[in-house]
């Protein structure tokens, strides 16, 4: 993943936030959208672009195209700088791969502890019956 080329595909566009706000969210654009195009990126490789297709399934549109936003601050520079961050934050987890489990075997010592504790268990219920029913 090449973090620099990847930031000249980011493609941006500032639209009015929603919500209260007065004549202020009237008048200024401070909200950030971003947008991606997975399958047209030089900065990933195959098996990345296959990583995050697979794990971003639900946040790309039919287009495979990854869109974010941000409106939390007032600023639209610090929206943008939130929902750059935002973006590099969603591509590391969609790129990790998490280890395989190796398989094991119990030790005998737990096996044998399984077993004890089941007959222990096992003669304590038995201990409950009554000697009439034979």
């Avoid at 909200?31 to 296959?50: D, I, Y």
């Avoid at 222990?120 to 034979?134: G, T, V």
């Amino acid at each position: 993943m090449n973090k620099a080329l990847l930031l000249t595909e980011l493609n941006f566009k500032a639209i009015r936030s929603s919500g209260a706000g007065g004549q202020h969210v009237n008048k200024v654009s401070s909200k950030v959208v971003l947008s991606f195009a997975v399958l047209e990126s030089k900065g990933l490789n195959e098996e990345e672009k296959a990583l995050i297709l697979k794990n971003l399934v639900t946040k790309l549109s039919t287009s495979k195209t990854l869109s974010l936003s941000c409106d939390e601050s007032r600023s639209q520079h610090r929206n943008k700088e939130m929902v750059i961050n935002r973006f590099f934050e969603t591509l590391k987890k969609a790129l990790f791969v998490p280890k395989a489990r190796k398989k094991t075997k119990p030790t005998k010592s737990s096996n044998r502890k399984r077993l004890e504790s089941k007959k222990k268990h096992a003669f304590k219920k038995s201990a409950r019956k009554r000697l009439d029913d034979y």
